[in-house]
């Protein structure tokens, strides 16, 4: 604790820009990791510990002939009587006596850059299920080249594939992965009455055109988004108009809106269709992440926001964790902290913390304001501005090779729905299947190089370029994985399956999919299940958010009039993404 609250501030404001791994470290000597400063550098240790006096780095930092810092502004006596302090205590440390960053840099570049998930994209032949299996199984995949891919991957470990789920099975399944509610019962017993060939098209195509559907995929994204219609932190202020933002991506979802066009519009719709409100409440998605009004420092509110930002545009769209580049080059994935802020400089100009009025209707969006230019932050510190960046997209992403004119929004939202951005375009294949299944291909959260390399990586590949043929159509590839064999197998034991107990020992965590997995519903689902089987489910869409009656336990520990319940009782029981 004396560490944390007294010593490291000292650290980082007065030492790691020329003693870190961030840096080309002077006289070799590491202040930033407990094996740094216990090695000591080219004049020997830096601590004797217990012992003040005898300690080369208290000697440097009271000198008054060669002071450390060198330049700027020389520690006060208190900073110096808790180094002192610290130093009697037997300098305690809790970074750990091995820390990576001793070492300037832990990532080999170009070993890096040839990573599976920075590849191009190539086009995938779809396996020939006759030569698979000689021709016994060629109706199970014959329709859809994804059972030939799984087929294909099954045979190698000795699988064969498993049932096919009954019907009843089959329509409590889709119902629930396409709208997030149950079918009722009069559903269930149509489904299975109808016998002919087109049933599953049929109900397939019917819950793709229910209004539920985008409220239940709308829920996927706006998790994603970490979309909220309060500000978080301990105020946890209200946002009166963020629902827009949410009812614009049910609706977006519900029409089918181009996946491409989708992402597009949430990063600079204000600048592609400037004369649609519509598309510029799209931008909500910039500014859904947490926020601190009433910080005292609008530079550190700005600050923290634009990386909040900038991390967030990384993950969702790039699958990478570029947010840990923000105070030093990524320890593991070729992304250095030039280019973390390189990307976050196309949204500095337009960030505005204030809701803003576009056509007739306000809210909070992205719109363009005076330029402004983008500093590196030393060690990621918003009082400590570097060199000045331009724009620019992640190099380690950027097979096209183009680099932006202006340095807008809008540039940046084309290039990552390039048709051969291949990160990009693995990543939302990769997050479809996911909600399909309840298991990705690959870690959705991280493509970089500590994430988890795909199960089926031409499938993968085959699925990313099928998007943009398939128009970019989000309808198209949910029709395309539900009607499939491999997502209509049973997930539980059938007595007719001879080779379950092979099935289970061969592929214990489902990873070559020789069957389906069962799903939890999420607390959202849960909640709307229980609605609606009971006949309470208010069916009411959009507008602002409702709140419920909360239990005494939470109402509690909130601050006065924090948490006004709804008037309406019916809206308290709306679907929970309202």
């Known amino acids: 604790e004396f560490f944390e609250s007294k010593i490291r501030p000292i650290f980082v404001n007065n030492c790691y820009e020329c003693h870190s791994s961030d840096t080309k470290a002077k006289a070799d000597l590491y202040l930033d990791s407990k094996q740094g400063i216990l090695k000591g550098g080219d004049s020997g240790p830096a601590l004797?510990?217990?012992?003040?006096?005898?300690?080369?780095?208290?000697?440097?930092?009271?000198?008054?002939?060669?002071?450390?810092?060198?330049?700027?502004?020389?520690?006060?006596?208190?900073?110096?009587?808790?180094l002192e302090t610290w130093v009697r205590l037997g300098a305690p440390d809790p970074r750990g006596g091995s820390n990576?960053?001793?070492?300037?840099?832990?990532?080999?570049?170009?070993?890096?850059?040839?990573?599976?998930?920075?590849?191009?994209?190539?086009?995938?032949?779809?396996?020939?299920?006759?030569?698979?299996?000689?021709?016994?199984?060629?109706?199970?995949a014959k329709h859809n080249p994804i059972d030939a891919f799984v087929l294909q991957r099954l045979r190698q470990s000795g699988l064969g594939v498993a049932l096919e789920a009954d019907r009843c099975t089959l329509v409590r399944r889709l119902t629930f992965n396409l709208t997030g509610l149950p079918p009722t019962p009069i559903e269930i017993n149509d489904f299975i009455k109808d016998t002919s060939p087109e049933a599953y098209k049929k109900l397939v195509d019917r819950l793709l055109a229910s209004p539920a559907y985008g409220e239940h995929w709308a829920q996927h994204w706006l998790d994603l988004a970490r979309f909220a219609e309060t500000d978080g932190f301990e105020h946890d202020k209200v946002r009166p108009n963020a629902?827009?933002?949410?009812?614009?991506?049910?609706?977006?979802?519900?029409?089918?809106?181009?996946?491409?066009?989708?992402?597009?519009?949430?990063?600079?719709?204000d600048q592609l269709r400037p004369d649609d409100?519509?598309?510029?409440?799209?931008?909500?998605?910039?500014?859904?992440?947490?926020?601190?009004?009433?910080?005292?420092l609008l530079s550190e509110r700005r600050h923290m926001v634009l990386n909040e930002m900038t991390a967030t545009v990384g993950s969702a769209f790039l699958g990478l964790t570029v947010g840990c580049a923000q105070c030093h080059d990524h320890k593991y994935d070729?992304?250095?902290?030039?280019?973390?802020?390189?990307?976050?400089?196309?949204?500095?100009?337009?960030?505005?913390?204030k809701e803003q009025k576009t056509g007739k209707l306000t809210a909070r969006v992205m719109q363009r304001g005076k330029p402004i230019s983008t500093h590196r932050m030393i060690?990621?510190?918003?009082?400590?501005?570097?060199?000045?960046?331009?724009?620019?997209?992640?190099?380690?992403?950027?097979?096209?090779?183009?680099?932006?004119?202006?340095?807008?929004?809008?540039?940046?939202?084309?290039?990552?729905?390039?048709?051969?951005?291949?990160?990009?375009?693995?990543?939302?294949?990769?997050?479809?299947?996911?909600?399909?299944?309840?298991?990705?291909?690959?870690?959705?959260?991280?493509f970089g190089t500590q994430g988890q390399p795909p199960t089926h990586p031409a499938l993968l590949d085959w699925l990313a370029i099928e998007l943009p043929r398939r128009k970019w159509s989000l309808k198209a590839m949910h029709r395309l994985i539900v009607t499939n064999?491999?997502?209509?197998?049973?997930?539980?034991?059938?007595?007719?399956?001879?080779?379950?107990?092979?099935?289970?020992?061969?592929?214990?965590?489902?990873?070559?999919?020789?069957?389906?997995?069962?799903?939890?519903?999420?607390?959202?689902?849960?909640?709307?299940?229980?609605?609606?089987?009971?006949?309470?489910?208010?069916?009411?869409?959009?507008?602002?958010?409702?709140r419920?009656?909360?239990?005494?336990?939470?109402?509690?520990?909130?601050?006065?009039?924090?948490w006004p319940v709804s008037k309406d009782e019916a809206d308290h029981r709306r679907r929970s993404i309202f």
């Open 48 to 82: 004797k510990l217990g012992d003040p006096g005898g300690s080369l780095f208290i000697e440097r930092i009271k000198s008054a002939i060669d002071p450390m810092p060198p330049s700027g502004a020389a520690l006060d006596p208190d900073q110096i009587a808790d």
């Open 277 to 296: 409100p519509q598309s510029a409440i799209a931008t909500g998605f910039l500014l859904a992440g947490q926020d601190m009004p009433d910080i005292n």
């Open 100 to 140: 990576a960053a001793v070492i300037k840099s832990q990532v080999d570049r170009e070993k890096a850059k040839k990573h599976w998930a920075f590849q191009i994209l190539h086009e995938q032949k779809v396996p020939d299920v006759n030569s698979i299996y000689g021709g016994k199984l060629k109706n199970w």
């Open 379 to 446: 060690r990621g510190d918003f009082r400590r501005p570097g060199e000045i960046v331009r724009a620019d997209y992640p190099a380690v992403a950027n097979h096209s090779g183009i680099h932006p004119k202006r340095g807008e929004r809008r540039e940046l939202a084309v290039w990552i729905t390039r048709a051969d951005n291949a990160l990009a375009l693995r990543v939302a294949a990769n997050r479809i299947w996911l909600q399909h299944f309840g298991q990705p291909l690959a870690t959705p959260e991280d």
């Open 485 to 546: 064999a491999t997502y209509k197998q049973v997930s539980l034991k059938d007595g007719r399956d001879a080779a379950w107990s092979f099935r289970l020992q061969t592929d214990p965590g489902k990873d070559f999919w020789s069957r389906q997995i069962r799903r939890r519903l999420t607390g959202e689902m849960l909640r709307d299940t229980m609605l609606a089987v009971s006949g309470s489910l208010n069916k009411r869409k959009g507008g602002a958010g409702v």
């Open 548 to 562: 419920p009656p909360l239990p005494t336990e939470i109402t509690s520990t909130l601050l006065r009039n924090q």
């Open 243 to 269: 629902w827009r933002y949410r009812d614009w991506v049910i609706k977006a979802l519900n029409d089918d809106l181009p996946y491409n066009q989708f992402v597009q519009l949430q990063i600079a719709g």
């Open 334 to 353: 070729p992304i250095t902290q030039r280019e973390f802020y390189q990307l976050r400089a196309f949204f500095e100009s337009d960030l505005q913390l």
